[in-house]
């Protein structure tokens, strides 16, 4: 039961859709003006898309026994911004199959992302979590994330 991580190619791009469309079903507890159905819109489409090709990101998939049970998705940006000093990039989003976790699948998608980041120049990689998402934020803990900056929201 070795999983393999592996760039994720065009033809991979539903599965993927299909995968995010789950997160964003599972995210949608914690945010209800999450728009479930972005995976399959135009943008969700494109998003992928461009990550996947390497236009604007990279997209990698966790794969065991020929099933695609996890992929990231990221990207570092084009150039520093003002405020500040080093290349960032950014672990958009990640997703592993429930019957698949704990199992180490999101810590090396999640290690083969941070290579790639690395080899584009970033110095440093954020990712964002929901607040009350305790087992992602002690997950990105434990691969090595720290705190770094506090988002607060009100409905209007």
């Not at 992929?71 to 698949?100: C, F, H, M, Q, W």
């Amino acid at each position: 039961m070795e999983i393999t991580i592996r760039k994720a190619t065009i033809n991979e791009l539903k599965t993927i859709q299909d995968l995010n469309y789950k997160l964003f079903l599972w995210d949608f507890e914690r945010d209800t003006n999450l728009n479930i159905e972005w995976p399959y819109q135009e943008a969700g489409e494109n998003y992928f898309r461009r990550r996947i090709t390497g236009e604007h990101g990279v997209c990698f998939v966790a794969e065991r026994n020929g099933r695609i049970i996890g992929y990231v998705a990221g990207s570092v940006k084009k150039e520093i911004d003002k405020p500040d000093t080093i290349l960032r990039s950014e672990l958009e989003n990640i997703y592993v199959e429930e019957d698949s976790r704990s199992k180490g699948a999101g810590k090396l998608l999640t290690e083969e992302l941070i290579k790639w980041c690395k080899k584009n120049g970033a110095k440093s990689i954020l990712v964002e979590a929901y607040h009350h998402n305790l087992d992602a934020i002690k997950f990105y803990e434990n691969t090595g994330f720290r705190p770094y900056s506090t988002k607060l929201e009100k409905d209007l």
